[in-house]
């Protein structure tokens, strides 16, 4: 038996993957959100934050002496973490996410979906295992090199590891099929982080506040789940297509390809950088408002959100709690916007084109960014928060749109690969919005601006980036014919089929046979599929496992979801 032969009976490679034709291609949507919703937890880290930040000295923290030097603070045992510190985790996250997604994508589209989905289990539960030690011993090195770092890698793993496979299963419905998916990462929080509270408050003991513990229960349960995500994904057999199913003229789309650009010629395509500027001026300008949902409603309301003509800082310590609460629900609300942007958006981008839903952000996005200091000045707290809910939208739809575009315009053959590297943009923007946001308030501040108007300049400079990133769509066209990979060099490419597939287990059955003829062992491979083993890999996936599958993400999704609802119902009292 051939070295290939042994690789395509491996239960994890690519082509033991290919569905049958009788595969449901609606399992493959569930298989991707039980990764995503594991991952998105990344967003509600924050629920940590203060309880780690307290693990020494309990109800109030206890601070490092000032005269220990720095590389001695972070090994001290003794003394409590600055949230700042803990902070740097979420920061890893993001810029891991991106450059792992750029580094691995190529290697994905190789592997395949089950590999990559399993490679992101074990790195993002491992490294919640590795933060448990840190929190244990209290290292704060290892809560960046465990979640941060090995965490961040898995999600970038995870991330980008059903893009192609849905992208394929759904041409016509490019839009619908990833943005269920990466709803999933926007909606990993509303799970996460309630669950994770509930845990602390079981786990916790004077002595402790029952973090270490809660990441080894959430390791357990989102390891249990990404595993059997992973182990669902299908790909489709080579020239598959939806029953019915007629792929548009270019007469009829000129912005979407039949053809395929190679990863390697990809980004050095105009198109390429147009569209990482596009994605990464849509998300700056989300991602800062994001960041600063809470504080920016109750500096810029004050005491109006209770009744009082108050400004925040005449507020007492209860007044502050109460708005406090307000602007959780404020939070929850955006969370809600930007689960049901991915979905909703990306969707539409089905109907409209995505050039089209992308110059909607941007417009439409100008004049909200414009209108938020009207609506604060005048103390309408209501258009003030529509506003930013509509804006988050249109954050959301911004990731779950742009894969679709990635396609329409390289084609699918290494659209996987190609989301990676134009994740970067993602890592990008994480840093650049909350600076933008974070540093502008602050100077508004020190040159005397009251705390009510410390965010109408950001607005503006927040519209600005949107009409750059309007710009840049605009002047995205289709790939010059010298990009486009001929039609051999596709071939030289492509996967197996399922006919390859069991024609390959066929010789390997014979291979097994002679083993057993000449009396030797065939132990040493137990790659080799006994007898039985003949149907091609999938499922026919009957009505009944249907059900079980969506209900198994459902379920969760539902509840955090209900969750937040209650949250945000505190903002309309």
């Known amino acids: 038996m051939t070295a290939d032969a042994i690789a395509r009976t491996d239960f994890f490679s690519r082509e033991r993957t290919v569905a049958s034709p009788a595969f449901n291609r609606w399992l493959v949507p569930p298989a991707a959100l039980a990764i995503h919703l594991c991952i998105g937890m990344a967003y509600g880290f924050s629920v940590f934050w203060l309880p780690l930040s307290r693990i020494i000295g309990g109800a109030q923290p206890k601070e490092c002496p000032e005269t220990l030097g720095f590389f001695a603070t972070l090994v001290a045992t003794n003394c409590d973490w600055k949230v700042s510190w803990l902070g740097w985790t979420f920061t890893l996250f993001f810029v891991l996410l991106g450059s792992s997604a750029a580094v691995f994508g190529h290697w994905l589209e190789t592997a395949g979906p089950r590999k990559a989905g399993l490679a992101a289990a074990c790195c993002w539960c491992g490294g919640l295992l590795i933060s448990a030690l840190g929190v244990y011993l209290h ?326 980036l949107l009409l750059c990133g309007l710009v840049c769509n605009l002047l995205v066209r289709p790939c010059a014919e010298k990009y486009y990979m001929s039609d051999e060099e596709v071939a030289a490419q492509k996967h197996v089929t399922v006919a390859e597939v069991v024609k390959e287990e066929d010789e390997t059955h014979a291979d097994f046979e002679d083993f057993v003829e000449e009396g030797l062992d065939p132990a040493p491979t137990d790659a080799i599929p006994p007898v039985a083993w003949r149907a091609p890999p999938g499922s026919k996936g009957g009505p009944l496992l249907l059900v079980f599958a969506w209900a198994a993400v459902g379920v969760p999704l539902a509840w955090g979801v209900w969750i937040t609802l209650l949250k945000t119902a505190t903002l309309f009292h």
Not at 152 to 162: E, F, R
Not at 324 to 329: E, L, V
């Open 139 to 464: 290292q704060i090195s290892l809560l960046w090199i465990g979640s941060g770092v090995i965490g961040g890698i898995g999600l970038g793993l995870g991330y980008i590891s059903p893009v192609s496979t849905l992208i394929k299963w759904f041409p016509d419905r490019r839009g619908l099929a990833t943005g269920l998916a990466i709803m999933g990462f926007g909606g990993g929080a509303m799970i996460g982080a309630p669950l994770a509270d509930r845990l602390m408050g079981f786990y916790a003991t004077p002595a402790s506040p029952g973090v270490w513990q809660t990441f080894v229960t959430l390791a357990a349960i989102y390891f249990a789940f990404m595993v059997a995500g992973a182990l669902s994904y299908r790909v489709p057999p080579e020239g598959w297509a939806p029953e019915g199913f007629t792929p548009p003229t270019a007469a009829k789309n000129a912005m979407v390809t039949h053809r395929h650009v190679h990863l390697d010629v990809a980004w050095k395509t105009p198109q390429f950088w147009l569209l990482w500027a596009v994605l990464c001026l849509n998300v700056s300008a989300g991602i800062g408002v994001l960041g600063m949902a809470s504080p920016m409603l109750q500096e810029v309301f004050g005491g109006r959100l209770i009744g009082l003509d108050m400004g925040f800082d005449q507020l007492n310590a209860d007044q502050k709690k109460q708005i406090a609460a307000i602007a959780a629900g404020f939070t929850g609300l955006l969370s809600l916007c930007n689960i049901g942007g991915r979905i909703g958006w990306a969707s539409a981008s089905d109907k409209f084109g995505r050039k089209l839903t992308y110059a909607i952000f941007f417009v439409v996005g100008i004049a909200l960014y414009s209108a938020e200091p009207f609506a604060a000045k005048g103390g309408m707290v209501g258009v003030f928060v529509l506003l930013f809910a509509v804006i988050i939208t249109m954050y959301g739809g911004g990731f779950s749109t742009i894969p679709a575009y990635l396609a329409d315009i390289f084609g699918t053959h290494h659209v996987g690969a190609i989301h990676g590297r134009l994740l970067t943009a993602w890592s990008t923007a994480g840093v650049l919005g909350p600076v933008l946001v974070n540093y502008i308030r602050e100077y508004q501040l020190s040159v005397g601006a009251p705390r009510e108007a410390a965010y109408n300049q950001t607005m503006y400079v927040l519209a600005g």
